[in-house]
T-cell receptor, first 110, second 111 residues
Framework: SQTIHQWPATLVQPVGSPLSLECTVEGTSNPNLYWYRQAAGRGLQLLFY??????ISSEVPQNLSASRPQDRQFILSSKKLLLSDSGFYLC?????????FGPGTRLTVT | DAKTTQPTSMDCAEGRAANLPCNHSTISGNEYVYWYRQIHSQGPQYIIHGLKNNETNEMASLIITEDRKSSTLILPHATLRDTAVYYC????????????FGQGTRLTINP
């Protein structure tokens, strides 16, 4: 069966520090991959998606970037975090119509 | 993607059927209706989707009106663990499913 992993589960980082969040999917090949963010009290917002290795599409202009170095690995990065980057970051994959979400990373920028 | 309208909140007694409505009057012919839910502090969970016909799986049933302008998600025997925010999303099926989550319906199951 397929599983999706995200780490770390929680993270506290100072303003201006770099960020790297990793997501991996097991049990499938060539999945579509997604990064979402949910700010406190807000809805989910799609940040990036990828349909293949090295193929990244950005949905909103921001301080973040994404990369897909391997088929089942999706990385979210920032060179310098802002306070507004705080939130709940979720990775998801989809084989077809449905999307399956990971456990998420709760990021607090101080 | 068509806009959806859902009630902000609903309550249901444990063991009863929970019926969650969704209006999508501008839905186009090739757009699907998707339902997800988000339990507090967790990622969203896919529930069900449909195009024209009613659908049922182990989690829920989806009833789509004949004109496709509205739908109802039915949880047949609600439990306390079904307390969550439920999202109705309407979109076409493309290579990348770029979901847009609205405010959803906060469903509370009461003992």
């Amino acid at each position: 069966s397929q599983t999706i992993h995200q780490w770390p589960a929680t993270l506290v980082q100072p303003v201006g520090s770099p960020l790297s969040l990793e997501c991996t999917v097991e049990g499938t090949s060539n999945p579509n991959l997604y990064w979402y963010r949910q700010a406190a009290g807000r809805g989910l917002q799609l940040l990036f998606y990828s349909v293949g290795i090295g193929q990244i599409s950005s949905e909103v202009p921001q301080n973040l970037s994404a990369s897909r170095p391997q088929d089942r690995q999706f990385i979210l990065s920032s060179k310098k975090l802002l306070l507004s980057d705080s939130g709940f970051y979720l990775c998801a994959w989809s084989p077809s119509h449905e999307q399956y979400f990971g456990p998420g990373t709760r990021l607090t920028v101080t | 993607d068509a806009k959806t309208t859902q009630p902000t909140s609903m309550d249901c007694a444990e063991g009863r059927a929970a019926n969650l409505p969704c209006n999508h009057s501008t839905i186009s012919g090739n757009e699907y209706v998707y339902w997800y839910r988000q339990i507090h502090s967790q990622g969203p969970q896919y529930i069900i989707h449909g195009l024209k016909n009613n659908e049922t799986n182990e989690m829920a049933s989806l009833i789509i009106t004949e004109d496709r302008k509205s739908s109802t998600l039915i949880l047949p025997h609600a439990t306390l663990r079904d307390t969550a925010v439920y999202y109705c999303i309407v979109k076409g099926f493309q290579g990348a499913q770029k979901l847009v989550f609205g405010q959803g319906t906060r469903l509370t199951i009461n003992p």
